[in-house]
């Protein structure tokens, strides 16, 4: 399966800024997408990434908030914006190689501690 | 009500013992089934991977799928400290929706 490197590992911000995490794939896929996990919480998906177009958001999530590119078939970033504590959370960058019935693989995830 | 059901646990059981792992789902067009493990700190990997009922073994895992009741298990045999984990159940339409739905995930620890 893809290998999957995401950066960075964890960090903690403060209020107000915002984070970029970059998630590369040694093998061109798909599809990519972007997962929240939340600690007691099903993981949830935030968007779909779009190689050269802009990404699809799940319900509650918009593009304001957390842009993502993709610029390539191995690469895309999530950009958390204005963050606040609520946003602190596991962000997971996962991708589907193959054909639409394909299961997923996730990278490692980002931390990230909001203060 | 969730779409995917799933124990939390925690669940602890001694080394060697048979672990049964359950899930529950909603909606009966899912056709694909899938159980992730993901161990502290890490990102969660693909341990097994069903289309429709049956059964399927891959060494001391079986994942079994019943559609008739909605209902997903994931058995692992002769289990092993290093199976302490969460145990993620996932499912999805197939064909154009691809959105993964998944359970909360189930913590299980192996005593030694």
């Known amino acids: 399966s893809a290998v999957i490197s995401q950066k960075p590992s964890r960090d903690i911000c403060q209020r107000g800024t915002s984070l970029t995490i970059q998630c590369q794939v040694d093998?061109?896929?798909?599809?990519m997408f972007w997962y929240r996990q939340q600690p007691g919480q099903s993981l949830t998906l935030i968007a779909t990434?779009?190689?050269?177009?802009?990404?699809?958001?799940e319900s509650g999530f918009v593009i304001d908030k957390f842009p993502i590119s993709r610029p390539n078939l191995t690469f895309s970033t999530l950009t958390v914006s204005n963050m606040s504590p609520e946003d602190s959370s596991i962000y997971l960058c996962?991708?589907?190689?193959?054909?639409?019935?394909?299961?997923?693989?996730f990278g490692n995830g980002t931390r990230l501690t909001v203060t | 009500q969730k779409e995917v059901e799933q124990d939390p646990g925690p669940l602890s059981v001694p080394e060697g013992a048979i672990v049964s792992l359950n899930c529950t789902y909603s909606?009966?067009?899912?056709?694909?089934f899938m159980w992730y493990r993901q161990y502290s700190r890490k990102g969660p990997e693909l341990l097994m991977y069903?289309?429709?009922?049956g059964n399927k073994e891959d060494g001391r895992f079986t994942a079994q799928v019943d559609k008739s009741s909605k209902y997903i298990s994931l058995f692992i045999r002769d289990s092993q400290p290093s199976d302490s984990a969460t145990y993620l159940c996932?499912?999805?339409?197939?064909?154009?929706?691809?959105?993964?739905?998944f359970g909360t995930g189930t913590l299980l620890a192996v005593q030694p």
């Open positions: 996962s991708v589907r190689a193959g054909s639409s019935g394909s299961p997923l693989h």
């Open positions: 093998s061109q896929v798909t599809m």
């Open positions: 990434a779009n190689q050269g177009s802009e990404a699809t958001y």
């Open positions: 909606n009966s067009a899912f056709q694909y």
């Open positions: 069903t289309y429709s009922s």
């Open positions: 996932a499912t999805f339409y197939g064909g154009a929706t691809n959105k993964l739905i």
